[in-house]
Nanobody, 130 residues
Framework: QVQLVESGGGLVQPGGSLRLSCAAS????????IGWFRQAPGKEREGVSC????????YYADSVKGRFTISVENAKNTVYLQMNSLKPEDTAVYYC???????????????????????WGQGTLVTVSS
């Protein structure tokens, strides 16, 4: 069954903003961690941001720090990624990922933390171009 559905992608000019949404089919609090990673054409996957739901610790890739913000709205079972000051290099398919199993902060600090989260969405395309 579908567990995570992303939305909000699209075409935006450099310097613009987008907010991505990840709707879960169950309570966000059922997941121990949830976050966003991305994959640009011809490039490796990159962990963008994640949050530990038990203490709200957040993690960001250096490439997005100060520009992107992850947040959770428990009432809507939704995780958001607010993306500001977008750059052409932010162009990628953005995926939501989550874990139903406990996961340590050490693993979430790993730049490839998404490998440890077993539930992935289908992705939403973000294109930053003038």
């Amino acid at each position: 069954q579908v567990q995570l559905v992303e939305s909000g992608g699209g075409l935006v000019q450099p310097g613009g903003s987008l907010r991505l949404s990840c709707a879960a089919s169950r309570s966000i609090l059922d997941y121990y961690a949830i976050g966003w990673f991305r994959q640009a054409p011809g490039k490796e996957r990159e962990g963008v941001s994640c949050i530990s739901t038990n203490d709200d610790s957040t993690y960001y890739a250096d490439s997005v720090k100060g520009r992107f913000t992850i947040s959770v709205e428990n009432a809507k079972n939704t995780v958001y990624l607010q993306m500001n000051s977008l750059k052409p290099e932010d162009t990628a398919v953005y995926y939501c990922a989550a874990s139903l199993f406990p996961i340590s902060h050490t693993l979430l600090e790993d730049s490839t933390w998404y490998r440890y989260l077993e539930v992935w969405g289908q992705g939403t395309l973000v294109t930053v171009s003038s």
